[in-house]
């Protein structure tokens, strides 16, 4: 199965671009090649520029002490798993400690350091980090794999607290929504949501299909029309009928 997952607002949006650079961050830092950590470098850059909303340490937060009150309703209740609910109270606590003691505006550790601040400089150029235009970075590149991956490492490490709260807020967002079984007649299918006011929507289909949705929602109406691909992959509509999961996550 394939997920494809939908935002229905900016916030959301802006969480789930972050968590997609940490993914690629994260691929790209535990292997050795020089090239392979320049992506990564060049992704803290790319972090930087989708974290720079000033509200969104303290979005975070609000969010992280909603669900905190949310779950603590729970602790009454028997059919609950009392160590897992502790467990994930606990998660939260130490995320929302760790955001509060994270000083300054996001990323501002790199902006202050002029040789990185030099080196993202050059990257907006296409193929501006060359050796003649960075000698300096060009030999930070010649350091052994384990150098490097300390030295990324050390960079991102002010960003990890910001990251680690992200994954809470979305896994419990993902985890807020229950998969319905549905048919697009004919690679089409809408839903009238009326008025109700969702977060998100995932939408898990059979690789095997070859359908591909394309998703437009507000808080009026969903609507999805499958598309597959051709020989030179121009979209074109998809006229079988289409089985597949829907789940809308909300808090």
Partial sequence: MIVYEYPFNERIRTLLRLEDLYEKFAFFLRHDHPQQHHVALSTIF???EVAGRADLKADLLHELERQKQTLLGFKSNPNVQAQMLDDILAEIDRSSTALIAAQGKTGQHIRDNEWLMSIR???????GACEFDL???YAWQQRTPEQRQNDIANWFAPLAPLFDAIHIVLRLLRESGR???IIAPSGSYQQMLQ???????RLAIDESLGAIPEISANKYILWVRFTSQDGDMKPK???SDVPFELTLCNF
């Fill in 121 to 127: 400089g050059r990257t907006i150029i296409p193929g």
């Fill in 46 to 48: 790319e972090m930087l």
């Fill in 135 to 137: 000698p300096s970075y």
């Fill in 179 to 181: 998969a319905s079984t």
């Fill in 237 to 239: 509509s998809y006229e």
């Fill in 195 to 201: 008025g109700k006011v969702y977060q998100m929507l």
